[in-house]
């Protein structure tokens, strides 16, 4: 039996899974919309994994999980490794792309900026209060304007005078558009103006103070999206490399880093049928009510998180 | 016929307030009431009562001003400041007022002209009857007690993520802070430090021969106040970082070399003074860096302007030392599972330099 390692990114938007043999070599991969279900989405991922996968050759030994859900779903698939989606992208993009100096990333809710030197991350920025110029706000103009999120890209980079869109926040470049829609401009012009507008709010926020280096990795599920390739093309001055499987770097860094840890565990596809869910519970043993998570296998609870302090901690039975 | 003491009480101020307590109670003769620690309910009362835009210090501080006389004080005490803090005690007051508690207020920055005879009027303010000379006694105590914290605290946050015995080592500290916030004497101070002293350096440690190691400067507030980071120091400690922080009542109150002193030796980054506290927290980013820090960590409020302009020159020095820096700014939310994200990817970066650059 050859070894094989599952890397699960779990997103506020959408999930992505791969299953990588020793040689970074893909077995499997999927990518599909979390659709505000992280383990529902996580069984359909496996389900969908495990249909694509050579079971009789390989066998999992490491899993490792990532995004926003990384503890929960860590808690249940039973993770080798839970790493941050910053660490995770950074050593799955410097894997491929050894001399990479900047990775830009716009996902669903966030957008972060990775700067590498030597092969090692030297300095990073997350966006904090504001999600505008993320994939979230791209699809909800997407589906103001009667479009598809897939076809944003073709519709920008037809457009000939892309229109101004003020880029400082959501709400004004919302605003901004629906003035411009009617004023009675072109869809295509207007598409390519969220586009340019969701780069400036990038370069302006996350990337502020940051010294963008070529060569350039975009990646993320916006780095599917050609009008805004071309975006950061055109404002950074330099070619923007997309990789085939750019969406699945989180999924991918993961599995990596599950690979070089030191634990082993097999993984058991049978998570798929298992029940899980989650309950809140407020402490109360103060005026702070810290909110616990408690996680339940069936009716067994397997772990809580959530307290600030002893008071707090819920046992599990052992 | 004798009036009954005076309650006085001053809103939570990271773990300060066991040096006020024994000023007042020994110092001023009134009774200290202890507002409750600061939780989800503190933050909550003083953003539903603050202006929006305001910092988030001033929320934390309003909202535990309420609890303060909900506990049952009758004067409140506000310091000032040399940034918005100057101005907090007056919209506190007013606020407060238009609230309908009834109290009196004590703002320190009606007092604030460095000269002694008004000094002495801010205390009579407090108490009429104030003794000077036993005043100056219990403020030497007091003075004493703080140093002792911010030393305690600095042992605990640079030794805590190599213990091998978490749980006791955490006793040990909040043990030592019972102490002090119980201390009744000189004698009970000095009791508590030792025995704290000594307890922390005998725990069994596993130090790695080269750990890592972050400096935090930050915001006077914030960066000290362990509920308004969300814990930061802990977190990093967890992590396996030994953490230091420069930023502590006794550096930039009681032994302060003074601005001038500082600003020549970041003279290559500041040309000026940009006030407050930017030339105490350049200067400690630039001394981590110096002597090899593998990183800093920036701590400030949302809306806080001086350390805004910090950040400038912080830039500058993480670009020119190649040493990362990482930026947090903390306002009323207090869910930290963004602010786990962070720190795990600064140490993880932190880390794979390490690995690399030896």
Redesign the interface.
């Known amino acids: 039996m050859e070894k094989a390692f599952l890397g699960i990114d779990i997103g506020s938007i959408s999930t992505k899974g791969v299953i990588l043999d020793e040689n970074n070599g893909i077995l499997a991969s999927e990518y599909i919309w979390t659709e505000g279900d992280p383990i529902q989405a996580v069984k359909k991922l496996l389900g969908l994994l495990e249909a694509g996968f050579d079971k009789s050759r390989y066998t999992i030994v490491g899993t490792g999980t990532t995004g926003s859900a990384r503890k929960l779903i860590g808690t249940m698939v039973g993770a080798t490794v839970v790493k941050n989606e910053i660490t995770a992208h950074a050593v799955g993009t410097t894997t491929f792309y050894p001399d990479v100096r900047t990775i830009l990333e716009i996902g669903g809710q966030d957008s972060k900026i990775i700067l590498v030197e030597n092969g090692v991350a030297n300095d990073y920025a997350m966006n904090t209060l504001c999600a505008a110029g993320t994939g979230a706000f791209l699809s909800s103009q997407a589906k103001r304007l009667g479009i598809e999120v897939e076809e944003i890209g073709d519709y920008a980079l037809s457009a000939k005078h892309p229109v101004s869109i003020a880029a400082r926040c959501t709400v004004f470049a919302e605003s901004d558009l629906v003035h411009k829609i009617q004023t009675g401009h072109a869809k295509e012009d207007i598409i390519a103006g969220v586009c340019n507008a969701v780069v400036a709010n990038y370069l302006n926020n996350v990337g502020k103070g940051k010294r963008i280096a070529s060569p350039v990795v975009f990646q993320g599920g916006v780095s599917k999206n050609k009008g805004v390739v071309a975006a950061f093309e055109k404002a950074l001055h330099c070619p923007v490399t997309v990789d085939a499987n750019g969406h699945l770097m989180g999924a991918i860094g993961v599995a990596i880093l599950a690979r070089g840890s030191k634990e082993r565990r097999e993984f058991d596809f049978s998570v798929e049928n298992t029940d899980f869910h989650v309950r809140d519970a407020s402490c109360g043993r103060c005026s702070n009510n810290c909110e616990i998570i408690c996680v339940y296998r069936g009716d067994e609870l397997i772990d809580s998180w959530g307290n600030r302090c002893e008071r707090g901690s819920i046992r599990t039975k052992a | 016929m004798e009036q009954a003491r005076k309650k006085v009480a001053f809103p939570r101020y990271a773990e300060y307030n066991c040096g006020l307590r024994y000023l007042m109670e020994k110092g001023l003769d009134v009774q200290c009431i202890l507002p409750?620690?600061l939780?989800?309910?503190?933050m909550e009362l003083g953003a539903q009562n603050s202006p929006d835009f305001v910092c988030t210090p001033f929320k934390t501080l309003l909202g535990n001003q309420i609890e303060a006389l909900e506990a049952g004080a009758d004067t409140l005490v506000m310091t000032y400041g040399l940034c918005k803090l100057g101005y907090f005690g007056e919209l506190e007051k007013r606020i407060l007022r238009d609230m309908g508690y009834q109290f009196d207020f004590v703002d320190l920055s009606d007092y604030n002209t460095g000269k002694k005879k008004d000094m002495l009027r801010a205390l009579r303010a407090i108490n009429p009857k104030v003794k000077p000379a036993r005043f100056f006694l219990a403020l030497a105590e007091a003075v004493r007690m703080t140093e002792y914290v911010d030393e305690i605290t600095g042992d605990y946050y640079r030794n805590r993520a190599f213990v091998r015995d978490k749980k006791a080592y955490d006793g040990i500290y909040r043990h030592f802070l019972t102490a002090m916030y119980a201390a009744e004497s000189r004698h009970d101070i000095e009791e508590g430090y030792h025995k704290a002293k000594l307890e922390l350096a005998g725990a069994p440690m596993d130090r790695p021969e080269n750990p890592l190691r972050v400096g935090i400067v930050g915001e006077f507030y914030t960066a000290m106040d362990e509920f308004s980071n969300l814990?930061v120091e802990k977190k990093l400690t967890d992590l396996g970082v030994e953490v230091h922080r420069w930023m502590t009542v006794t550096n930039r109150m009681l032994r302060y070399p003074g601005d001038n002193n500082l600003q020549v030796q970041i003279k290559d980054y500041v040309s000026y003074s940009m006030g407050c506290n930017t030339t105490a927290n350049s200067w400690a980013a630039l001394d981590y860096v110096k002597r090899g820090f593998d990183g800093v960590i920036h701590i400030k409020s949302a809306n806080c302007t001086p350390e805004t302009d910090a950040m400038t020159v912080l830039?500058n020095i993480?670009?020119d030392s190649?040493v990362?820096?990482l930026y947090l700014?903390f306002?009323v939310q207090t869910s930290d599972?963004?602010l786990?994200?962070?720190l795990?990817?600064?140490y993880?970066?932190l880390a794979?330099?390490k690995?690399?650059l030896r």
Do not use: C, I, Y
């Open positions: 409750p620690k939780t989800k309910r503190t814990e830039n993480s670009s190649q990362p820096f700014t306002d599972v963004g786990q994200t962070r795990e990817a600064f993880d970066m794979m330099r690995k690399v």
